[in-house]
């Protein structure tokens, strides 16, 4: 039941929680995959034998203004059958030193802010959000302009209720898009 609740509350569906490590402006999540085999990239057997186990830290989430991270077990399999050495495969967690959900809410907090500002509380360079606001306007379908612009970003409140999020080109005085949710 612990185990869930943390799971729950730092949305780690499909890991494992070993760990948690509370510092002063830091939470020290240790997880690894609940999985005890994989199954080879090369010839789609599946094995449990492990080769040797990594640590990745990755930023996940800000929880109480402190920084949620991962400490995350990945393993090296070898496969019984051909030998090959490949590493684990974790659907919710990308390559990046950064999780989908820190990126996001990282984001909606450019409305009021800087990116430079945002980067700054969050602990991340500038163009990295720079580079997660793209994706996720590319992903809600936005079109950017081909040329150097400054971006207006601004939330819109219709009778107190719905949050909408706008964005502009400040250099031509025109609308980008608007949002379609407020997550994003």
Known sequence: MYKSTLQNLFCLDGLLIDKCDCFNDEILLHVRSPRTRAICTRCEARTSKVHRTAYRSIKHMMHDDKIVSLELQVRDFKCKKCGYIFRENIPSIGRKNTT???RQAAVKKIHDRSFSAVAMEHGISAQSLTRSATEISEQAGLQWPDKEFALGIDGHSFSGHDMATTL???TRHN?????PDARY
């Open 100 to 102: 989908a959900h820190f």
């Open 175 to 179: 609308l980008i898009g608007i949002l």
């Open 168 to 170: 502009t080109n400040l």
